[in-house]
């Protein structure tokens, strides 16, 4: 199956909360895997079936440690857990200090996410830049969305990444504006920045900046979800993003190829992701 990362170039503008609500809505079975060097949000705004608080120390961490030897499908879902709703997650680290037990994780995470055979992966990757621990992740994904708000400042960074981002990813590349459903026109003017731009954004989504429907995915939810602006606008984009990932590509083909040897190298997205900036 594949590995979809969305990201931030700058700030906080929704990228867990886009995360959590595309997963929700995904049309195939799904992992969301924390993948924010900065700590979890999901293990503070969510809960286990029945209300119950999940387990903070079951996650990437406890994964690092077990991993070790070999990253399968068992192995990577033995270190998930399920929200009240049936969601499966992978509780990202508590804090930044604990990034150092990660190790060498995340280039080998990265590839197996993308190579699972039981579930697709969202990958909530928070903020990245050239330094950042995840962009190993980001590089083995077959989508990589950038989240931003239709702000100048938002929109800036954004630009700035996608022309360093498109030199170091072998991806599909898409960007979700989180903006108010009435503000057409900032969505518009975002999207004129990319049509400027010599970087080619495949895939564009405007999600509704809705408080109400967000407050759902932060536990303090009331009246019908399924009626927001926000799952209406997510319901789509989940629905198209799965369809995209679905998708044969080169490096599914060159993966074939491997049963059938010719002396070629194989495919491997590790290469350091250095300057840009």
Known sequence: MALVALASAKGSPGVTTASLVLGALWPRPVLLAECDPAGSDVAIRMT??????????????????????GLGDDVIMAHSQQLDGGLDVMIGVRSPEQIGGMGGLWEPLGISFNQMFSADVIADCGRIGPASPQVPVVQAARLVVLVCTATGSSVAHLRERLSSLVHHVDAQLGVV??????????????????????????????LAYDPAGAAFFDGRGQGRLDRTPLIRTATDIAAEMASLVSMPTQHDFDMAQAAFPLGDTPYSPQADWEGGQ
Do not use: T
Request: hydrophobic share 40%.
């Open 48 to 69: 286990a079936p029945g209300g119950q608080p999940l387990n903070s120390d079951r996650g990437l961490v406890s994964l690092a440690a077990a991993g070790r030897k």
């Open 177 to 206: 504006v989180v903006a108010d459903p009435k503000r057409r026109d900032g969505v518009k003017q975002v999207w004129s920045v990319l049509d400027a731009m010599s970087v080619r954004v495949q895939h564009r989504w405007h």
